[in-house]
Nanobody, 115 residues
Framework: QVQLVETGGGLVQPGGSLRLSCIAS????????MAWHRQAPGKERELVAY????????HYLASVKGRFTISRDNYKNIAYLQMDDLRPEDTAVYFC????????WGRGTQVTVSS
């Protein structure tokens, strides 16, 4: 069964850090580009970060560049999103996405940045 499961979300104070993990099962991510998206209440889902299948190309939403880092471990079948210097406007549900001839989505993990 193909599955993406996001973990690592939670409540954090402004300026804090979280590391999200996207655990894939039922398929190998090594041919898939991986991405993280987020959706805040009342807003459309937006692409936050993207990484190519071999990890040699990345792309970031302008507002997170320099604060977030996307990475992957193809041996472990996991993609990561390291989020530093979090701000209240980063509050959203974060979704993992695997992209190849098919596209797979996880169910999301809530990230709340608040004092």
């Amino acid at each position: 069964q193909v599955q993406l499961v996001e973990t690592g979300g939670g409540l954090v104070q402004p300026g804090g850090s979280l590391r999200l993990s996207c655990i894939a099962s039922g398929f190998d991510i090594d041919v898939y580009s991986m991405a993280w998206h987020r959706q805040a209440p009342g807003k459309e889902r937006e692409l936050v970060a993207y990484i190519s299948n071999e990890g040699d190309a990345t792309h970031y939403l302008a507002s997170v560049k320099g604060r977030f880092t996307i990475s992957r471990d193809n041996y472990k079948n996991i993609a990561y999103l390291q989020m530093d210097d979090l701000r209240p406007e980063d509050t959203a549900v974060y979704f993992c996405n695997a992209i190849y001839s098919e596209r797979y989505w996880g169910r999301g993990t809530q990230v709340t940045v608040s004092s």
